[in-house]
Structures are given as C-alpha cells and as structure tokens.
C-alpha cells in the first residue's frame, strides 16, 4: 500500500519536471530524462497495484456458512470467480501455510470434485499458532454438525469496519502494541495507519446478492444472533473499563 502511494508521488513528480519550463541546458535534459526513465517502473507499479490489489476493492471478503441450507458462501470479486457456493458436506478444511511466510497458518479449504480440487478459500485471518487454527476449525464444525448451543458463550471480537479507529488498532497489534515502550514505533505506524485507511475509503463494503441474503435472513429476536462490535476489541475494553470503575467505586 504505502509502495504503491510512493510509486504514484514518484510518478507524477517525473511527469510534473519533464514538462515544467527548465533551462536548456544539456546536464539539466539528462537530468530529466533519468528521472522519467525511472518513474515508468513506478507508473507500472501504480498501475497493477490500484486495481488489482488493495485499492477500489471491498473492505473485506466474508463467508457464509448456513446450517439450515448447509451451504457455505464465499464473497469474491468477480475476477476472481465470483461468490463461491458451496455445499458443506463436499469441502475438505486443513491448515494451510503461506507461501512466503511460512509462519503464517490459516484454515483453508479445498473444493472437490472427487479427487480433483476444483477450488479454494480461506476462512477467517491468519495465525501463528497451529492450535488456534484448530479452535476456529472446531467452532465452525460445531455450528455446522452439532447442537447450536455446543458452542458455549461466543463473543464476536474484530470489527471490519473501516475506520481510522480500526486502523490503528490492527496496525498495533501488527507493531506489537504502540503503547508503553512500543509508543517508540509511533514514527513507523503512523504513516501504516493512514495509507491503511486511505486505501480502505477507496474500497467499498460488500454486498451479498438478494437470494443469499433472503437464504441466510437471521430471524428476529433470534438469541443466538451475536452483536457486532463498532471497533476491534469493543467488548472486551468495556469490561476492563467496567471492572476499574466497579473498583474505584469500591
């Protein structure tokens, strides 16, 4: 994101000098020229970047699984596939590793046709524990095959709403933490937080088609429907607030 905003800054800086009246001078046109030679690479970044990667996209991609129709929906742009139908009994979930953190560790799921995978998704974020994979693989199972209430107490923690809020929460956590000692990383994290935001108001919200709307409509009064949080974290900063106030006023 930040290279890619870079690039741009570089790219109309060339442009801008090339035609900007400037002396005559040989050293002064060679001096030009370098630097338009070298914003094309730029411009060529900009140009993949905008549109193919983080800007002009959606905010965030969701996944439906429906224990009624036992059909899994997976939002994707229309470049990609688009939105993804699957029946929940045809999917085979394993943990999966990125490719160039391998580190990285996410529950991902194969599409078959018998023993051809036709197609594949991600669910939920990315972790670095193989445990935690395996804790969202037992919810979802749970919420698909068992009895609802197997799931015990939930609580919905992240929020994908788009706010400079957000923003600067998932780019602490990224860091670390940005208080106490890790107010240092200020310097690093500003400029991340703004570029996330700034790329993420170019992005829109996604919107499920009518039918898979109407096919996953949450009832109402439904006591199982978990509230949102308006930012990452919400519920849990309300209880520490409400256990210090419960104790300052003790």
Known sequence: MIGALMALAIAILGVSVWFWPVPDTQEYILGEAILFAFCIPMAWLVWWALPN????????????????TRQVYV?????????????????????GQGLRDKRLLDLRCHVLDGETVK??????????????????????????????????K??????PAPTLKNCRIMVGITFGGLSGLGAILWPL?????L???????TCKVPVWPAEI????RIEPNDPHHLPEPEYIGQFAVEREMAKTSHKTAA
């Open 213 to 216: 709307e109407a096919a996953c």
């Open 189 to 193: 994290a500003a400029p991340v937080i």
């Open 119 to 152: 197609d594949t998704f991600v669910t939920g974020m990315y972790y670095l524990q193989k445990e935690q994979v395996q804790q969202l693989w037992e919810f979802v199972r749970r919420y698909m095959d068992e009895d609802i209430d197997s799931l015990g």
């Open 75 to 95: 939002f994707r742009d229309k470049r990609d596939g688009g939105i993804l139908t699957m029946p929940w009994d045809e999917g085979f979930f394993h943990i």
């Open 154 to 159: 939930v609580e919905i923690w992240t929020s």
């Open 53 to 68: 990667r983080d800007f002009f996209t959606c905010t965030y991609y969701p996944i439906r699984f429906n224990r009624k």
């Open 195 to 201: 570029t996330r935001w700034l790329v993420l108001r």
